[in-house]
């Protein structure tokens, strides 16, 4: 351990159990010497294990629906009086789709239901910096960090409707980071992550397919969990200080990738 994160206090949104990224992110935080509350949803509070990581990290737990203003304000004051001071660094690892869990076609989807996945997944980021901008709740120099997919930036199309989400997810990283580095010298980025086996991966059609040829096509093979946290906590470090508006890539090197010989001999 580097006390990467000595003294810092954030907010951990979207861990539900030891296969999150938002999980080990805090568990990586907790040993860099952070001190932090964690969020989610009521109903994902209860379907996971938060207590688990609460206990083991010595954190509170403020269930927050991320699409609530009212619940963000109330998270972000309760954190500020927990923490005893402003906030340091931000999580966002919220990500869900509807019509992908109903088994709607994105050529025929409900819209409804992808309303609920956009805001959920996306507008909730935007909601989240709002809520922190207007309360001048980041310490300067400050990390927020969301999680995205390069299905942002090219077709897979079982990634459904959350391939739309993350690109507007990646978006307000960059319009918002703008206006809390000006005021506040606050950095906002983003982490494009391997496809990793969480619950929401998993989730996805094809996952396993998928993730097998991820692993021959990346150069440095896919990138873990663990390894998306350690990244993250390097986001949040003072060491990244000048890094802002970015969409960054955490995949092994496949985003670069054309083709690989491992992919190739498949066809020969």
């Given at each position: 351990m580097y006390n990467?994160?000595?003294g810092k206090k954030g907010i951990i949104f979207g861990a539900l159990n030891e296969h999150s990224i938002a999980w080990k992110t805090a568990e990586r935080a907790k040993e860099e010497g952070a001190e932090f509350v964690l969020t989610n949803a009521p109903a994902?509070?209860?379907?996971?294990?938060?207590?688990?990581?609460?206990k083991k990290t010595e954190s509170q737990i403020i269930p927050a629906d991320a699409t609530s203003i009212e619940d963000l304000e109330n998270l972000v004051e309760k954190s500020i009086e927990i923490l005893g001071g402003k906030i340091d660094f931000v999580l966002h690892s919220i990500g869900m789709s509807v019509n992908v869990r109903k088994g709607k076609p994105y050529t025929d989807p409900n819209y409804d239901?992808?309303?609920?996945?956009?805001?959920?997944?996306?507008?909730?980021?935007?909601?989240?910096?709002?809520?922190?901008?207007?309360?001048?709740?980041?310490?300067?120099?400050?990390s927020i960090v969301a999680l995205t997919?390069?299905?942002?930036?090219?077709?897979?199309?079982?990634?459904?409707?959350?391939?739309?989400?993350?690109?507007?997810?990646?978006?307000?990283?960059r319009s918002f980071g703008y206006y809390f580095g000006r005021d506040f010298k606050v950095r906002v980025n983003t982490i494009s992550q391997?496809?990793?086996?969480?619950?929401?991966?998993?989730?996805?059609?094809g996952f396993d397919g998928f993730i097998n040829f991820s692993?021959?096509?990346?150069?440095?093979?896919?990138?873990?969990a663990l390894e998306?946290?350690?990244?993250?906590?390097?986001?949040?470090?003072?060491?990244?200080?000048?890094?802002?508006?970015?969409?960054?890539?955490?995949?092994?090197?496949?985003?670069?990738?054309?083709?690989?010989?491992?992919?190739?001999e498949n066809f020969e």
């Open positions: 990467l994160l000595k994902s509070i209860r379907m996971g294990q938060l207590d688990v990581l609460a239901f992808t309303t609920r996945g956009w805001d959920v997944s996306a507008v909730s980021f935007h909601k989240t910096m709002n809520v922190l901008y207007k309360k001048k709740a980041m310490s300067n120099w400050g997919y390069m299905a942002a930036q090219r077709v897979f199309p079982d990634y459904n409707d959350m391939a739309d989400n993350k690109a507007y997810l990646e978006s307000v990283a391997s496809p990793t086996p969480t619950t929401a991966g998993n989730g996805v059609k692993e021959k096509m990346s150069p440095l093979g896919n990138a873990s998306c946290a350690e990244y993250t906590i390097s986001m949040f470090s003072d060491l990244t200080r000048k890094v802002t508006l970015q969409n960054l890539f955490h995949d092994g090197g496949f985003s670069n990738m054309g083709v690989s010989d491992a992919v190739m």
